[in-house]
């Protein structure tokens, strides 16, 4: 029966705001409004742009950015993240919810608040199973080639607003043939708003900041005013589309922005439409945690914070909840957004919360200004956007350190961009699981000798080593499993085989952290097997959870030969008692 202590220590941990809420004061409030009002600025624009990218109605990308931002503050463990729809995570929601329904339909607005609904459950669970590490089945060269081949699709995909023409496809391929099928149509209006809005935003983002420093503005305040720049951008090309009707000049407009504060939605739980979502989901729910918990751990890093992974998918998955209930979709946490909040002095989660209320308020003020938004601007913000996430450097990395990674990294980068965002994702994790299944069945294995003078041992392909007569020792640098069982078996058999004089072999285990049924089994048949050839096999170095396991089986009483604490205490024994000799009992 738990403690008083232990349940309140239990509600912490799943309520971080009762955490850091007891130590709030007036300098932490104070800095969380001001980095709300400017994480509000940048978000407006951005949100709206991301739900048209997702094909969903631009108010329903300020709808993802109120609730969930509230939801994270009372269960996210970041001070800075900040959750809302991203590029990567809108564009797997279009390719998901487009499987399913027609683009422009209530039925696709209803599967992506159940996508979102799915992907919060799938993120819940996983933290109160704490199944966080699940999303180490992607590594980070995969993810950065994933995200790289997304950032490619997404900008082309907003080429089509550029132009002001129709396009459409799944991959890149697709889309190229389709813009370039349409460019006699392009409208040149659009072409000048578009080239225009994506020009400045790039001058903004490199060029503002080092202008207003040189013209006397401090520093901060410099970078506050340019990380601004795309709300001037949406104020001046929306001015422009209302004072000269360049609707009617063809000009596609962002429309009616309904307003008002977020609805009340059910997401759909239609067996059908759930089978076909669930798959996608579990993929959106890794990736963005992914992306979510390494932007939060960097920022938390910095002021030398820590965040709870467990308790990080919990908040995340309460927010796409929250998003499934106020006519949302997916979100997760945004690198660029989370780092101007952390820029800004966000102090705490609350900040996130503040910034709800604003995007509330703009939400009832606002929405009537962006029925002249041109679309083609909130594609300049997207191509902005997400042109910072292309990063074709990690072929060539990859390629330096290892050419397996390589190969993962190249092939899903081309899988995303020849078949799409949900085979792309999903060969990434196949190919990221196949890699370390294939370097973990070939361990890495190494004869050892006694480096003179010391007791330590070192390989005899590197080092001037000593090796006695009749002793193999072979050091294992990984943990010994069903993948990499019988490699261990063949090893030792055409070692033992090419040298006929050996009469003792020690594996030291030091980097053994796991043996596992079939290890063992492999284990009592190398035993059985050196036993008929007149060989003792002995283990040294076994660590403690792993010399556990072991003496809950039957292995240790039939060992031919014995286990020793050190790989010098079995070389100096074996070496005093000869090849016919008994070595004495092991120190356990």
Same mark, same amino acid.
């Given at each position: 029966?738990?403690?008083?202590?232990?349940?309140?220590? %239990?509600?912490?941990?799943?309520?971080?705001?009762?955490?850091?809420?007891?130590?709030?004061?007036?300098?932490?409030?104070?800095?969380?409004? #001001?980095?709300?009002?400017?994480?509000?600025?940048?978000?407006?624009?951005?949100?709206?742009?991301?739900?048209?990218?997702? $094909?969903?109605?631009?108010?329903?990308?300020?709808?993802?950015?109120?609730?969930?931002?509230?939801?994270?503050?009372?269960?996210?463990?970041?001070?800075?993240?900040?959750?809302?729809?991203?590029?990567?995570?809108?564009?797997?929601?279009?390719?998901?919810?487009?499987?399913?329904?027609?683009?422009?339909?209530?039925?696709?607005?209803?599967?992506?608040?159940?996508?979102?609904?799915?992907?919060?459950?799938?993120?819940?669970?996983? %933290?109160?199973?704490?199944?966080?590490?699940?999303?180490?089945?992607?590594?980070?060269?995969?993810?950065?080639?994933?995200?790289?081949?997304?950032?490619?699709?997404?900008?082309?995909?907003?080429?089509?607003?550029?132009?002001?023409?129709?396009?459409?496809?799944?991959?890149?391929?697709?889309?190229?043939?389709?813009?370039?099928?349409?460019?006699?149509? @392009?409208?040149?209006?659009?072409?000048?708003?578009?080239?225009?809005?994506?020009?400045?935003?790039?001058?903004?983002?490199?060029?503002?900041?080092?202008?207003?420093?040189?013209?006397?503005?401090?520093?901060?305040?410099?970078?506050?005013?340019?990380?601004?720049?795309?709300?001037?951008? #949406?104020?001046?090309?929306?001015?422009?589309?209302?004072?000269?009707?360049?609707?009617?000049?063809?000009?596609?407009?962002?429309?009616?922005?309904?307003?008002?504060?977020?609805?009340?939605?059910?997401?759909?739980?239609?067996?059908?439409?759930?089978?076909?979502?669930?798959?996608?989901?579990?993929?959106?729910?890794?990736?963005?945690?992914?992306?979510?918990?390494?932007?939060?751990?960097?920022?938390?890093?910095?002021?030398?914070?820590?965040?709870?992974?467990?308790?990080?998918?919990? %908040?995340?998955?309460?927010?796409?909840?929250?998003?499934?209930?106020?006519?949302?979709?997916?979100?997760?946490?945004?690198?660029?957004?989370?780092?101007?909040?952390?820029?800004?002095?966000?102090?705490?989660?609350?900040?996130?919360?503040?910034?709800?209320?604003?995007?509330?308020?703009?939400?009832?003020?606002?929405?009537?200004?962006?029925?002249?938004?041109?679309?083609?601007?909130?594609?300049?913000?997207?191509?902005?956007?997400?042109?910072?996430?292309?990063?074709?450097?990690?072929?060539?990395?990859?390629?330096?350190?290892?050419?397996?990674?390589?190969?993962?990294?190249?092939? @899903?980068?081309?899988?995303?961009?020849?078949?799409?965002?949900?085979? %792309?994702?999903?060969?990434?994790?196949?190919?990221?699981?196949?890699?370390?299944?294939?370097?973990?069945?070939?361990?890495?294995?190494?004869?050892?000798?006694?480096?003179?003078?010391?007791?330590?041992?070192?390989?005899?392909?590197?080092?001037?080593?000593? @090796?006695?007569?009749?002793?193999?020792?072979?050091?294992?640098?990984?943990?010994?499993?069903?993948?990499?069982?019988?490699?261990?078996?063949?090893?030792?058999?055409?070692?033992?085989?090419?040298?006929?004089?050996?009469?003792?072999? #020690?594996?030291?285990?030091?980097?053994?952290?796991?043996?596992?049924?079939?290890?063992?089994?492999?284990?009592?048949?190398?035993?059985?097997?050196?036993?008929?050839?007149?060989?003792?096999?002995?283990?040294?170095?076994?660590?403690?959870? #792993?010399?556990?396991?072991?003496?809950? @089986?039957?292995?240790?009483?039939?060992?031919?030969?014995?286990?020793?604490?050190?790989?010098?205490?079995?070389?100096?024994?074996?070496?005093?008692? $000869?090849?016919?000799?008994?070595?004495?009992?092991?120190?356990?």
């Amino acid at each position: 029966m738990p403690t008083n202590g232990t349940a309140k220590l %239990g509600w912490r941990r799943y309520f971080p705001i009762l955490e850091w809420g007891r130590t709030y004061d007036r300098d932490a409030l104070t800095n969380d409004l #001001v980095a709300a009002i400017i994480v509000t600025i940048m978000l407006i624009p951005q949100s709206l742009a991301y739900a048209l990218l997702a $094909g969903l109605p631009p108010e329903m990308g300020l709808y993802a950015s109120i609730l969930p931002l509230v939801a994270y503050a009372i269960f996210g463990t970041s001070r800075a993240l900040a959750v809302g729809p991203v590029a990567v995570i809108s564009l797997m929601t279009a390719a998901a919810v487009g499987s399913v329904a027609a683009q422009g339909t209530a039925g696709y607005i209803v599967a992506a608040i159940t996508l979102a609904f799915l992907s919060g459950i799938f993120l819940i669970l996983m %933290g109160v199973f704490r199944l966080g590490f699940l999303a180490n089945l992607l590594s980070h060269p995969i993810v950065s080639g994933f995200i790289t081949a997304a950032g490619i699709i997404i900008a082309a995909s907003q080429l089509k607003h550029i132009l002001g023409i129709s396009a459409d496809g799944h991959n890149l391929l697709e889309l190229l043939v389709s813009l370039a099928s349409g460019l006699a149509d @392009t409208n040149p209006i659009t072409l000048a708003i578009g080239v225009g809005s994506t020009v400045f935003l790039f001058w903004v983002r490199k060029g503002l900041k080092p202008l207003l420093v040189g013209m006397g503005l401090r520093p901060k305040l410099a970078d506050i005013v340019a990380k601004a720049g795309p709300v001037a951008a #949406v104020a001046v090309t929306t001015l422009a589309a209302w004072g000269l009707d360049l609707g009617a000049a063809g000009v596609k407009l962002v429309g009616a922005v309904p307003q008002g504060l977020p609805p009340l939605t059910l997401p759909s739980f239609a067996p059908d439409l759930v089978l076909a979502l669930i798959g996608p989901a579990a993929l959106i729910s890794l990736i963005g945690f992914v992306e979510s918990v390494s932007v939060a751990q960097t920022l938390a890093a910095r002021k030398r914070q820590r965040i709870d992974p467990d308790q990080e998918l919990i %908040g995340l998955g309460a927010s796409n909840v929250a998003a499934a209930f106020t006519g949302g979709y997916p979100v997760t946490g945004g690198f660029a957004r989370s780092v101007v909040n952390y820029d800004a002095g966000a102090e705490t989660p609350a900040a996130g919360a503040y910034t709800a209320v604003g995007l509330a308020i703009a939400t009832l003020l606002l929405t009537p200004l962006l029925a002249f938004l041109p679309q083609a601007t909130l594609a300049a913000t997207i191509i902005v956007a997400v042109l910072s996430l292309i990063d074709l450097s990690i072929l060539r990395k990859a390629w330096t350190y290892s050419k397996a990674d390589f190969i993962a990294v190249a092939a @899903t980068i081309l899988a995303t961009l020849s078949l799409g965002i949900e085979i %792309g994702v999903s060969m990434g994790v196949a190919l990221s699981i196949l890699i370390h299944l294939y370097r973990t069945s070939k361990p890495h294995m190494a004869i050892v000798g006694q480096v003179p003078g010391t007791e330590h041992y070192r390989n005899v392909k590197r080092h001037e080593v000593i @090796t006695r007569p009749g002793i193999v020792s072979l050091r294992v640098d990984e943990s010994l499993y069903f993948a990499n069982a019988r490699y261990l078996e063949d090893y030792i058999y055409d070692l033992v085989a090419t040298q006929p004089d050996i009469r003792h072999v #020690v594996l030291a285990c030091p980097a053994v952290n796991l043996i596992d049924m079939s290890a063992l089994e492999s284990l009592e048949a190398i035993d059985h097997r050196l036993s008929d050839m007149r060989v003792k096999l002995h283990l040294s170095e076994v660590k403690g959870p #792993v010399m556990d396991a072991l003496e809950r @089986t039957d292995f240790l009483k039939h060992l031919s030969g014995q286990v020793f604490l050190s790989h010098h205490m079995a070389m100096r024994a074996l070496s005093e008692t $000869g090849p016919a000799g008994e070595a004495p009992l092991a120190a356990q």
